[in-house]
């Protein structure tokens, strides 16, 4: 499969299973409506494709929440192969991605020593002028 059609069909797989988790039409009690999709990445193949799963709800909540969508993944695939017209659907993998929390986490940081060089600036300059 061609470069540019196996993006269109991450891309396409990425909004699919996005739209299957904020309906709520999976009804495993541990896939949360805060799950989001980031990237899809499917093999060459289409044997498998990688489906990376991140929140801002704490970890524990997100590793239940990729197991809860593993455990649905056969219902999931079976959803979307009747809107998409494939030769062969990929079987589904989610995996946990921290990638957007800490990201998250790494500016918030920045964004408190950017405060405290700030306050130290201020401190300085008015020892200075005393």
């Known amino acids: ?3 540019y059609r196996l993006q269109r069909l991450n891309d396409q797989l990425r909004d699919e ?12 009690p541990r896939v949360n409506t805060f ?8 093999t060459s193949d289409l044997g498998y494709a990688k489906v990376y799963v991140s929140t801002f709800l704490p970890d524990g909540q997100l590793h239940k929440g990729v197991n809860g969508l593993n455990a649905a993944a056969g219902f999931i695939q079976r959803e979307i192969a009747k809107k998409l017209r494939i030769r062969q659907f990929p079987k589904l993998i989610f995996v946990v991605d921290s990638g ?4 998250f986490m790494m500016v918030q940081k920045l ?17 200075n002028e005393e």
């Open 17 to 28: 299973i996005s739209q299957l988790i904020l309906r709520g039409d999976v009804k495993d």
């Open 111 to 127: 964004n408190e020593l950017e405060r405290e060089s700030a306050m130290n600036e201020q401190q300085t300059s008015e020892k």
């Open 100 to 103: 957007m929390k800490d990201g």
């Open 35 to 42: 799950l989001s999709v980031n990237r899809v990445e499917v």
């Open 1 to 3: 499969m061609g470069q």
